[in-house]
């Protein structure tokens, strides 16, 4: 499966953004979809996940309340709907997927898209 990641852009701090994870060559509907982070010379960390039929999320503690993941399965296409964004919300985010177990942990995740820049500033 091919992820395409889009949406990212400039946004003022207390702002709302909202990124697609698109999927092709694969459907979706059978992987567990997760976004990692990484921000300017830091290492990439998890941020949320959803589980392959959108009944489980989980989320880093410090975007709780403030992101929400979601997923159409008919349009190959998970959601990150990112509220109240702060500047330490900085990155470049990428969306990842893989099946079997849903997981935190950025190692097991198979396939990438290629990441797309978030910037919160005034």
């Known amino acids: 499966v091919q992820l395409q990641a889009s949406g990212g852009g400039l946004v003022q701090p207390g702002g709302s953004l909202t990124l697609a994870c698109a999927a092709s060559?694969?459907?979706?509907?059978?992987?567990?979809v997760a976004w990692f982070r990484q921000a300017p010379g830091k290492e990439r960390d998890f941020v949320g996940v959803?589980?392959?039929?959108?009944?489980?999320?989980d989320y880093t503690d410090s975007v709780k309340g403030r992101f929400t993941i979601s997923r159409n399965n008919a349009k190959n296409t998970v959601y990150l709907q990112m509220n109240s964004l702060k500047p330490e919300d900085t990155a470049v985010y990428y969306c990842a997927a893989k099946r079997w177990r849903i997981t935190t942990m950025m190692g097991e995740y198979e396939y990438w898209g290629q990441g797309t820049l978030v910037t919160v500033s005034s």
């Open positions: 060559g694969s459907s979706l509907d059978s992987y567990d």
């Open positions: 959803i589980d392959w039929n959108g009944v489980i999320t």
